[in-house]
């Protein structure tokens, strides 16, 4: 079990009873690689990217663009939909909102692990998400997307979109210099421990919005599952700063959604200037 359990993987998991549970697979029979993080030093490094599937036609783009145009109505029109947007403007989420987006007039949304938007719904519902978010909230700027099994079709069509596809693979190390909101669907633990580890700062970690897997889940699972100690190294920073974090849990609301976005909170930090991380 803790073998299987090494990585909170997207298709891995499925909430019972607001639990987390390992499930061999679920609800298809695709099967979906992923690159995975590794935590060798060389592969943590930050390297240059550009896609490995050059293969390109006006009518493939065409056909994407298609898609992601009937995937952000679907969305849009959704309760689902209207649900994220109400608990964002609810008094106790907008305050942890506004604390950091007072200081700058519009935040970057840096988007890492999205996945394949040729090929699955999933990921294709999640760059909706970006794109009404940003429809939807004044204070959201630039848009920018990695994951390293990007395509050129897609990467087309996501500058197309206004969204950019970073040429680095950052291993998800983005230092915060200025509030940034991370939206990190289903993404695999280290990236999130990358992230954090990166800014293991009060002053950096504080301006940090992320929207990703639960830390509550992660911390659960921790406590029922964790006697293993690179799975703990794994998540350290995750854990560690678990004690200062705000989440608001998404409700996926309809089965429709619930494969793009079970088990994603909105994450918040706050760390006093006196604590010792
Ligand atoms: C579990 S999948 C989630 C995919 C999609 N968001 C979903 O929910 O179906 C994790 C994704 O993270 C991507 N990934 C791996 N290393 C990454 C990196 N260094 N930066 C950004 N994404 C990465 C993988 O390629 C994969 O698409």
């Known amino acids: 079990m803790a073998a299987a359990a090494e990585t909170l993987k997207c298709e891995d998991l499925k909430p019972i009873e607001d639990d987390w549970t390992i499930v061999i697979r679920k609800r298809t029979n695709q099967k979906r690689k992923f690159p995975k993080l590794k935590p060798s ?27 992601i145009q009937i995937s952000i109505e679907k969305l849009e029109k959704s309760q689902f939909f209207t649900a994220f ?34 090929s699955y719904e999933s990921p294709r519902l999640q760059l909706s998400l970006a794109i009404l978010m940003k429809k939807n909230l004044e204070w959201i700027g630039d848009m920018e997307v990695f994951d390293p099994i990007i395509s050129l079709t897609e990467s087309k069509v996501m500058e197309e979109l206004g969204v ?9 190390k983005r230092e915060v ?8 669907p289903h993404c695999e633990v280290e990236l999130y421990d990358n992230l954090l580890k990166t800014n293991w700062k009060h002053e950096l970690l504080n301006k940090i919005i992320l929207l990703g897997n639960s830390f509550d889940k992660y911390e659960q699972q921790h406590r029922l599952v964790s006697k293993n100690q690179d799975l703990d190294d794994s998540r350290k920073h995750l854990l560690a700063i678990k004690r200062f974090t705000k989440e608001f849990e998404i409700r996926t609301i309809s089965d429709d959604f619930f494969r793009a976005f ?5 994450h918040f930090f706050s760390v006093d200037y006196d604590i010792d991380l």
């Open 41 to 67: 030093k060389q592969q943590e490094q930050q390297t240059q990217w550009a896609p490995t599937d050059i293969e390109t036609t006006p009518e493939k783009e065409l056909k994407l663009m298609h898609k």
């Open 85 to 118: 947007l109400d608990q964002i403007r609810t008094p106790e989420a907008s305050q942890h909102f506004e604390n950091i987006t007072e200081s700058k007039r519009k935040l970057k949304m840096v988007i890492y692990g999205i996945g394949s938007i040729e």
């Open 164 to 172: 950019r596809v970073l040429s680095v693979n950052e291993q998800g």
């Open 177 to 184: 210099v200025d509030p940034i909101l991370f939206f990190m």
């Open 262 to 266: 079970h088990g994603s909170s909105w």
